[in-house]
């Protein structure tokens, strides 16, 4: 049954075209926001760091949750070819937006404790929160890198492909959108602790 | 009576390349977090060491496993892996560029940049190879 439907949905895919792997202007955004952090950083801006850290984390946690709770199911429902079609559009966007969003979230998020004194030792009551933000950190890396993004470029280098593989891209979105939900709930427990640690 | 062939759904098995790279990956953040979890007081630096080395033993296994497997689709590791280096290469080297900025001098210094190096190396094997593994 699934080889006809994995069939059914090559024949009704559009064929791939080739192209660059991701939009060239996203690229050139990216650069652009890149570049202002790392002035941002150079020059010790507090409203600067703040606001890439605000901004990058709020970004981050809302396009997790959206993608494990919102997109996730829906995209559950949906037919392999309609799915196909979804996912090739909206991968080759995120490939730029999400890697950004993370590197500005982290590195400004680093020097805003540096600046912050969080690190300080003799260990300020902070200190414990910062740690626990970094550990949840550490696990939502192991899972993206791990998992998520290595799904994703399967999904992406598959669509590109004149006859895509339906049932390797209906395996390797179940896992991405699996990771997205448990990274989801990892980023509620940031929201958690970034809160606790903005009303200290 | 025609056999049909089973529907290709991509390579299922297990794969000692990826277990090696997550091992090299948690090795590399605990061994970060114990500089972290002491900066700006010198942190003891022998545990550091200890999971860098274990890193770096789990790459050099990686890279023998991906020399040795056959058949496997080289361009196309090489097509994923060279882009994500390129990524990689710009997250690694803010990582760099924070830690020398905040003034991080020494042996911390010299881990956590074999620490990024490890990181450049090992994620664009996994997800090349992720890529790569599934090709007939």
């Known amino acids: ?200 | 009576m025609v056999n049909t062939p089973e529907p290709y759904a991509g390579d299922t098995k297990r794969s000692p390349v990826i277990a090696c790279i997550v091992g090299t990956i948690i090795s590399c953040i605990l061994a970060a977090g114990i500089i972290i979890a002491h900066i700006p007081g010198p942190a003891p630096m022998w545990g550091s060491i200890m999971w860098v080395c274990i890193a770096a033993v789990l790459t050099i296994a990686t890279i023998v496993l991906i020399l040795r497997k056959r058949p496997f689709a080289r361009k196309t590791f090489f097509t994923v892996a060279k882009w994500v280096f390129l990524y990689i290469l710009v997250l690694t080297g803010m990582g760099e560029y924070v830690i020398a900025f905040d003034g991080t001098r020494g042996q911390p210094l010299v881990v956590m940049t074999i620490i990024l190096l490890l990181f450049l190396v090992n994620i664009p094997m996994l997800w090349g190879f992720s890529v790569a593994r599934h090709e007939r």
């Not at chain 1, 064929?15 to 202007?25: D, I, S």
């Not at chain 1, 909206?90 to 969080?118: E, F, H, Y």
């Open chain 1, 1 to 200: 049954m699934s080889q006809v439907v994995g069939s059914q949905a090559i024949a009704t895919t559009p064929k791939a075209k080739a192209g660059p792997f991701v939009p060239l202007w996203g690229v050139a955004v990216s650069g652009a926001v890149i570049v202002a952090l790392i002035v941002t950083i150079a020059s010790n801006s507090h409203f600067g760091l703040d606001f890439f850290h605000v901004f990058g984390g709020a970004l981050w946690v809302t396009i997790d949750l959206f993608m494990g709770f919102i997109i996730g199911p829906i995209m559950g429902r949906l037919d392999i070819p309609a799915r196909m079609v979804f996912s090739k559009n909206l991968m080759t966007k995120m490939m730029v937006v999400m890697p950004t969003v993370v590197i500005c979230t982290l590195t400004s998020g680093w020097q805003l404790a540096r600046l912050d004194n969080l690190f300080t030792t003799p260990y300020s009551p902070q200190h414990g929160w910062i740690l626990a933000a970094l550990i949840v950190v550490a696990f939502l890396a192991i899972i993206a890198y791990a998992f998520l993004e290595p799904a994703n470029i399967v999904v992406l280098m598959e669509l590109r492909k004149p006859e895509p593989n339906g049932l390797l891209i209906g395996r390797m979105m179940r896992r991405f959108l699996y990771t997205a939900g448990v990274l989801g709930i990892l980023q509620l427990s940031i929201i958690v602790i970034m809160v606790r640690l903005a009303t200290w």
